[in-house]
């Protein structure tokens, strides 16, 4: 009798492993779908301009090569302290570079939470859309 307890208790063993070797898959396979879903957000979209530390005038070059390169509306992102130099980067390609043929579609004002602090930062889209009318 007592080799039949054995025998039994090492079957309970081995079907106790099998269940949990299930969960850790079922875990992986969730994983992995959740980072897909973060690189495809994480997309960034080719007529966007993401404005930081560099010099006025490299945003605002980016801005007319977008418009030559055939793109009838560009999108300038700020957060932060960047937002006047968007401003600025927007009034340059509307006065100076491209003439008065760009106009101001839209500006979209918000505000995202950042860090541990749970800071609110500021954040600011321009977008800048060819008036087909003028040339």
């Known amino acids: 009798m007592s080799e039949e307890n054995n025998i039994k208790e090492t079957t309970d063993v081995k079907e106790t492993t099998n269940v949990q070797e299930t969960t850790n898959v079922q875990e992986t396979t969730n994983v ?3 980072t897909k879903v973060k690189e495809t957000t994480d997309v960034k979209e080719s007529n966007t301009i993401f404005i930081g530390k560099k010099p006025l005038m490299s945003y605002a070059l980016a801005a007319l090569l977008q418009f030559n390169s055939g793109n009838s509306s560009i999108i300038i992102k700020a957060r932060g ?7 600025d980067v927007a009034e340059i390609i509307k006065r100076k570079l491209m003439n008065d043929q760009v106009k101001v579609s839209c500006i979209c004002i918000g505000t995202e939470i950042l860090g541990e602090e749970m800071r609110n930062v500021s954040t600011l889209e321009i977008t ?8």
């Open 32 to 34: 992995q779908e959740t």
């Open 81 to 87: 302290r960047a937002i006047s130099t968007a401003v």
């Open 128 to 135: 800048l859309t060819k008036d087909l009318t003028k040339k």
